[in-house]
T-cell receptor, first 114, second 114 residues
Framework: AQSVSQHNHHVILSEAASLELGCNYS??????LFWYVQYPGQHLQLLLK??????LVKGIKGFEAEFIKSKFSFNLRKPSVQWSDTAEYFC????????????FGAGTRLTVKP | DARVTQTPRHKVTEMGQEVTMRCQPI?????VFWYRQTMMQGLELLAY????????DSGMPKDRFSAEMPDATLATLKIQPSEPRDSAVYFC????????????FGPGTRLTVT
């Protein structure tokens, strides 16, 4: 079965530091990849998505992610974090086509210190 | 700005009581999901519907949980009888198309069973 791994459970950074959150998945076929963000007390919001094409995907709020097929990875990056980026970040994967079964990683909690 | 809506936002009930949570998907979205989020288990997919038909409810405890879509604008998740271990945030999400697309999440219902 498909699994999604987010290795960092809690990341603490100072403002202006660079961010990279890891995401690995186990499915070897075609995948659609997503990063969602959940601000404290709120619902999940889509940050960015990858379906095909350029493996470097740019999302909202200055986030980007790179799909590396050979590594089964889809890491999330931001060059300079802000205090308002404090949130939980979820990587998610849908395998194949005609499939709505989105598998989520366990999430990474990001705390940005002012 | 189309959004998924959920009611109630908060529910506190006593063990053994029936709980009904409601979701209005984004107009035109044909796939609706129910998730449960807890600290211990993270995000779990409970069930999902496409064109109002249940496609997968394998994540749902069958003896006490039931999910329905009486019409295209309303999805319900019912727990009867409720138990303290059901305390969680329940999210509804909707998506369009036949598969592979991003899901749009509602604000969630925070359920506390005492």
């Amino acid at each position: 079965a498909q699994s999604v791994s987010q290795h960092n459970h809690h990341v603490i950074l100072s403002e202006a530091a660079s961010l990279e959150l890891g995401c690995n998945y186990s499915y070897g076929g075609t995948v659609n990849l997503f990063w969602y963000v959940q601000y404290p007390g709120q619902h999940l919001q889509l940050l960015l998505k990858y379906f095909s094409g350029d493996p470097l995907v740019k999302g909202i709020k200055g986030f980007e992610a790179e799909f590396i097929k050979s590594k089964f990875s889809f890491n999330l990056r931001k060059p300079s974090v802000q205090w308002s980026d404090t949130a939980e970040y979820f990587c998610a994967v849908i395998e194949g086509f005609n499939n709505n079964d989105m598998r989520f990683g366990a999430g990474t909690r990001l705390t940005v210190k002012p | 700005d189309a959004r998924v809506t959920q009611t109630p936002r908060h529910k506190v009930t006593e063990m053994g009581q029936e709980v009904t949570m409601r979701c209005q998907p984004i107009l035109g979205h044909n796939t609706v999901f129910w998730y449960r989020q807890t600290m211990m288990q993270g995000l779990e997919l409970l069930a999902y519907f496409r064109n109002r038909a249940p496609l997968d409810d394998s994540g749902m405890p069958k003896d006490r949980f039931s999910a329905e879509m009486p019409d295209a604008t309303l999805a319900t998740l019912k727990i009867q009888p409720s138990e303290p271990r059901d305390s969680a945030v329940y999210f509804c999400a909707s998506a369009s198309g036949t598969g592979g697309y991003e899901q749009y999440f509602g604000p969630g219902t925070r359920l506390t069973v005492t």
